[in-house]
């Protein structure tokens, strides 16, 4: 079985502050893909990264950096000088073997508020 | 545009009154895919098709019917709508099973009275 935990259910902070959404995953398979979703309010879920298991460098795409640690199981997700543009859910994935098929488990989410 | 359509958008209906959900997608994907979210419970996947004519169940499939006769089209069946399928509903489409990146739809929300 597979899972993903994302301990955070809701975060608050003020614009310009950095802020770190944590991610947990558990998987008994070697090769998986991580993922990571944004949904804003308007309730569409926008993709923002896949990482395969092989590959733990750590990837910066503007403001916006993860940290992939396989040692520990985590998929860290940084936003650096939020802004309010920011405020959205956040879902971690796991696209893992599940009875035979590749599914993607998503974890419950964090939600982010970026106070102006 | 690349994407992933879903109709209606938003949807109150009555107990047990049949209705269907539209998805469709023009990037020429295999898979497709049907999820629902509930607060506190992420997404979870009720089925998916892995090409024409080849559906299965995901994790939460009772209470639903799905069909795959074109490449494009994966319509969600709710044959007799119960309160508890009131939920918010995606569409998901990739290329292929599993690696692939799965594009997702605007999400259809359902409220059943």
């Known amino acids: 079985a597979q899972k993903v935990t994302q301990a955070q259910t809701e975060i608050s902070v003020v614009e310009k502050e950095d802020v770190t959404l944590d991610c947990v995953y558990e998987?008994?398979?070697?090769?998986?893909?991580l993922f990571w979703y944004k949904q804003p309010p308007s309730g569409e879920l926008v993709f923002l990264i896949r990482r395969n298991s092989f590959d733990e460098q750590n990837e910066i795409s503007g403001r916006y950096s993860w940290n992939f640690q396989k040692s520990t199981s985590s998929f860290n997700f940084t936003i650096t000088a939020s802004q309010v543009v920011d405020s959205a859910v956040y879902f971690c994935a796991l696209s893992g073997p599940i009875g035979g098929r590749r599914a993607l488990t998503f974890g419950s989410g964090t939600r982010l508020q970026v106070q102006p | 545009e690349a994407q992933v359509t879903q109709n209606p958008r938003y949807l109150i209906t009555v107990t047990g009154k049949k209705l269907t959900v539209t998805c469709s997608q023009n990037m020429n994907h295999e898979y497709m895919s049907w999820y629902r979210q509930d607060p506190g419970l992420g997404l979870r996947q009720i089925y998916y098709s892995m090409n024409v004519e080849v559906t299965d169940k995901g994790d939460v499939p009772e209470g639903y019917k799905v069909s795959r006769k074109e490449k494009r089209n994966f319509p969600l069946i709710l044959e007799s709508p119960s309160p508890n399928q009131t939920s918010l509903y995606f569409c998901a489409s990739s290329l292929f099973e599993g690696w692939e990146t799965q594009y997702f739809g605007p999400g259809t929300r359902l409220l059943v009275l």
């Open positions: 998987t008994r398979d070697t090769t998986y893909y």
